[in-house]
């Protein structure tokens, strides 16, 4: 079974901080994926990374940026961290290359308040 | 822009009934459309993915239809359990990347 691993279920951070959220995949996956959970709202992508070091703009990347230095692991960071930027973060990994119907595997998320 | 609508937002029914959830979009040009299934508090599970090609797709008490030139599809679970109380959400890939476009999910309530 696919496991993707997020560091921290819930985390809270005050304004202005940098923050960082990890992922970790078990599955040599190639894609990754980095959502933000809102109500009301459904899932919106942050950012994707289909290989190591690549990356690529989702529908919302203002004020995060992502870090993949290695395969299993994809990063988003909050270079300063606001209040509307609290929100339930999920990651996901897919197996890779250009395949729409390979499925997303979900992490648990991290709920991120920004005090 | 892709945008994808689920109504109603929220549902309750006693256990037994049958569930119709809706998801519509509005770009027929997807590759497929998946429905997930979200627990308070957890990720995302994968119920069913739909082919662009195919009309439906079957698993156990589930029943997803896809009508791509309408914009719709519908998911059936037959004879509700509360064990089914979760939020489902739809989502259609959007590229050939499998980027999902999801909607805002239905919260749904069986009771006993």
């Known amino acids: 079974d696919v496991k993707v691993t997020q560091s921290s279920r819930y985390l809270v951070k005050r304004t202005g901080e940098k923050v960082f959220l990890e992922c970790v995949q078990d599955?040599?996956?190639?894609?990754m994926f980095w959502y933000r959970q809102d109500p009301g709202l459904g899932l919106r992508l942050i950012y994707f990374s289909y290989d190591v070091k690549m990356k690529e703009k989702g529908d919302i990347p203002e004020g995060y940026s992502v870090s993949r230095e290695k395969k299993e692991r994809f990063s988003l960071i909050l270079e300063s961290a606001s209040t509307n930027q609290t929100s339930m973060y999920l990651c996901a990994s897919s197996l890779g290359g250009r395949g729409p119907d390979q499925p997303q595997h979900f992490g648990d998320g991290t709920r991120l308040s920004i005090l | 822009k892709q945008e994808v609508t689920q109504i109603p937002a929220a549902l309750s029914v006693p256990e037994g009934e049958n569930l119709v959830l809706n998801c519509s979009f509005t770009d027929s040009a997807i590759y497929n459309l998946q429905w997930f299934r979200q627990d308070p508090g957890k990720g995302l599970t994968s119920l069913l993915l739909i082919q662009s090609s195919q009309r439906e797709q079957t698993s156990g008490r589930l029943n997803a239809s896809l009508d791509k030139s309408s914009g719709r599809s519908t998911l059936y679970i037959a004879a509700s359990q509360p064990g089914d109380s979760a939020t489902y959400l739809c989502a259609v890939t959007t590229d050939s990347w499998g980027k999902l476009q999801f909607g805002a999910g239905t919260q749904v309530v069986v009771t006993p």
């Open positions: 599955m040599d996956h190639e894609n």
